[in-house]
C-alpha cells in the first residue's frame, strides 16, 4: 500500500502543452511538496504548501485537504520542463514524509 | 548559501566491503533524513533524526545500515558487508524541523556494489 499515488507515471507532450500532474494520499498531513528531479540530477523542492494554491512562473500548484488530493501544473511547457516531478506529503503525526513514485515528463520541441 | 553537502558523489565498492557515507545538513537544520533511490524506483524512506530525540530507524532495511548524526550536525550512514542489492543514490535532506519547514535535498551519493 502506498500513502501516495502519482498520475500519470509517465507523460509526453508538445512543447506548449498544458501539463497537469495529480496525487492523491491516504495519510493525515501537514503539508505537502513537489519535487523536481532532472535526469542524474539532484532533487529541487518546487513548491510546498498546505491549503489552496501557488503559483511560481509557469507552474501552478493545487492542493485540496478534504479530498486529499493536490494537482502540478506547467502552462506552456517547454523541453526544459522535462524531469521526473515528485509528490511528497509530511504526516501531521510526526515529520515523516512519504513520497510518490514520481511522474517522468518529457516534453517534445 | 550553502546547501545540503554530500560525500562522495560516487562510490563504488566491492561486495562484502564496509561503505560511509557524509551528509552535512544546512547550517542550523534540525531534521535530517536518509532515503535512497534504486534505479527506476521512488524514493525510500532509509532513517530520520530531529534534535536530540530518537532517531527513526523504521526504514532501515536491515541491521548492515546505521547511521549517525553527530553533534546535531553532520550525519554519516555506514552500510557494512555492502551487497549488490545496496546500490542505489543515496539522498539526505534536511529542514529546520518545523511543520511547514521547506525540505532541501543534497545531491546524492551513487552508491555502486560490484
Known amino acids: 500500500k502506498n500513502e501516495v499515488e502519482q498520475s500519470p507515471q509517465n507523460l509526453t507532450a508538445q512543447e506548449g502543452e498544458f501539463i497537469t500532474i495529480n496525487c492523491s494520499y491516504s495519510?493525515?498531513?501537514?503539508?505537502l511538496h513537489w519535487l523536481q528531479q532532472h535526469p542524474g540530477g539532484g532533487i529541487v523542492s518546487l513548491f510546498m504548501?498546505?491549503?489552496g494554491k501557488k503559483k511560481h512562473g509557469r507552474l501552478i500548484a493545487t492542493i485540496n485537504i478534504q479530498e486529499k488530493h493536490s494537482s502540478l501544473h506547467i502552462t506552456a511547457s517547454h523541453p526544459r520542463d522535462s524531469a521526473v516531478y515528485i509528490c511528497?506529503?509530511?504526516?501531521?503525526?510526526?515529520?515523516?514524509?512519504?513520497f510518490g513514485t514520481g511522474t517522468s515528463l518529457t516534453v517534445i520541441p | 548559501g550553502a546547501g545540503v553537502s554530500q560525500s562522495p558523489s560516487n562510490k563504488v565498492t566491492e561486495k562484502g566491503k564496509d561503505v560511509e557515507l557524509r551528509c552535512d545538513p544546512i547550517?542550523?537544520?534540525?531534521?535530517l533524513y536518509w532515503y535512497r533511490q534504486s534505479l527506476g524506483q521512488g524514493l525510500e524512506f532509509l532513517i530520520y533524526?530531529?534534535?536530540?530525540?530518537?532517531?527513526?530507524k523504521s526504514g532501515l532495511p536491515s541491521d548492515r545500515f546505521s547511521a549517525e548524526r553527530t553533534g546535531g550536525s553532520v550525519s554519516t550512514l555506514t552500510i557494512q558487508r555492502t551487497q549488490q542489492e545496496d546500490s542505489a543514490v543515496y539522498l539526505c535532506?534536511?529542514?529546520?524541523?518545523?511543520?511547514?519547514?521547506?525540505?532541501?535535498f543534497g545531491n546524492g551519493t551513487r552508491l555502486t556494489v560490484t
Open positions: 535532506a534536511s529542514s529546520l524541523g518545523q511543520r511547514y519547514s521547506p525540505l532541501h
Open positions: 495519510v493525515g498531513i501537514s503539508a
Open positions: 504548501l498546505s491549503s
Open positions: 511528497a506529503v509530511i504526516t501531521n503525526t510526526g515529520n515523516q514524509f512519504y
Open positions: 547550517s542550523g537544520h534540525t531534521a
Open positions: 533524526f530531529q534534535g536530540n530525540s530518537a532517531p527513526d
